[in-house]
Structure formats: C-alpha cells, structure tokens
C-alpha cells in the first residue's frame, strides 16, 4: 500500500505524450478501439509548447487525456490552457486542433468528494469520444468518395 508519494520537477509531459501517441497509432484498427490516458501532475508543466504540438497532432486521434492536478500550487492554473473548452489548441506552426482531448481537474478542488473529482474528471469523456467518432466517420467517408 502507498502511504506517501513525493512528485518532483520538472515536469515533462511532451516524451509521454509523444509515447502515448506512437501506441495509439501502433494500434490495430480492427475493431475501433479509443484510448484514455490519466496523467497526476504536483505543478505546471516545463515544455507547454511542446506539449500543445503533441496535443494538435493527437487530437486527430482516439485518445483522450485526463490530467489531474495534485497539490496547491499556484502554478496548476497554467494547466487550464491544455483544456481547450473556450479556445481550441493551436500547435506552434499554427495548425489547429480538430477536437478537445484534454480534461483538467484540480484535486484540491475535490478533496473530500471522490465522487465528484471522478464525476468531474469524467464529463467530457463521453463528447469527446462522440466528437472522434464523427471525425473518424467524415474521414472514412471522405476517403472512399476520393
């Protein structure tokens, strides 16, 4: 049983999305399959940028990612960024995201209720997933017209 759990920086999420992202495409098609990756953060992120790039190129993907945001610094508001519900994520070379893949939660918020952290950390799950299942079924259609 884990009783206490020290996290430290910096905090890198551009290598484990890069990773994440291979796995997905590695990915049999047979039998569609949508993947959701948890990721637990003490602090903002060190490579944003990078991170924002990896997030465009994935959102053609299905993939969702919940980040849960542990601690009190004042720095996991950054974070909000990566949650694209008001404004789509654009990559450095100005691409634009097809979809919002990104769920973030701070903890704190939910402390005593873990009904509620999950409840909230879960709600946009279900759109997102609707929303690739869209994309996927313009996409094939697209591809078979031409």
């Known amino acids: 049983m884990l009783f206490t759990m020290a996290l430290s920086g910096p905090t890198l999420f551009a290598p484990l999305l890069r990773h994440a992202v291979g796995l997905v495409r ?24 990078d991170t924002i790039d ?10 969702s990612i919940l980040i849960v945001g542990i601690g009190s610094s004042p720095e ?6 990566l949650d694209a519900d008001e404004k789509r994520l654009t ?30 950390l879960l709600a946009e799950l ?5 929303d690739w ?3 996927a079924t313009f996409c ?4 078979l017209m031409f």
């Open 54 to 63: 990896i997030l465009v190129e994935a959102s053609s993907l299905p993939l």
């Open 91 to 120: 990559s450095s070379q100005g691409v634009l995201a097809q979809r919002d893949i990104v769920q973030f939660v701070k903890f704190s918020d939910h402390r005593n209720d873990g009904y509620d952290l999950a409840k909230e």
């Open 76 to 81: 996991l508001k950054k974070m909000e960024v």
């Open 126 to 130: 279900p759109g997102q997933f609707l």
């Open 133 to 135: 299942t869209r994309c």
């Open 140 to 143: 094939a259609w697209c591809f």
């Open 26 to 49: 590695q990915a049999p098609r047979a039998g569609l399959k949508y993947y959701v990756l948890l990721i637990l953060t003490d602090g903002c992120i060190h490579d944003m940028q």
